[in-house]
């Protein structure tokens, strides 16, 4: 069994900072590329960022130069640096993972239960 687990979300005032983790667990083999993915209430999920297994990323356009993807592949664990933070980054943050399972014969896309980020004063 597979799980991606969040944490790290919560209140905080514009222009504040938060640190999104996201830990991978259970019979994992490999882990490939890695994102966060956010919904706000009344709109679709939309990409925040990527990263590969390599350390490429990859940025929506509202978030660039304010968040920072990165990962620890020794821990199966993904980060989300959150500065500057406005009441549009109000959101569900998910954090997705493409895993190859031990046992397994084929690659699975998993996605966390989501954390709560809400920017307000």
């Known amino acids: 069994q597979v799980q991606l687990v969040e944490s790290g979300g919560g209140l905080v005032q514009p222009g504040g900072s938060l640190r999104l983790s996201c830990a991978a667990s259970?019979?994992?083999?490999?882990?490939?590329?890695m994102g966060w993915y956010r919904q706000a209430p009344g709109k679709e999920r939309e990409l925040v960022a990527t990263i590969t297994s390599g350390g490429s990323t990859n940025y929506a356009d509202s978030v660039k130069g304010r968040f920072t993807i990165s990962r620890d592949n020794a821990k199966n664990t993904l980060y989300l640096q959150m500065i500057s933070l406005k009441p549009e980054d109000t959101a569900v943050y998910y954090c997705n993972a493409k895993i190859f399972p031990r046992s397994a014969t084929v690659w699975f896309t998993y996605w966390g239960q989501g954390t709560q980020v809400t920017v307000s004063s």
């Open positions: 259970g019979r994992i083999f490999r882990i490939d590329d």
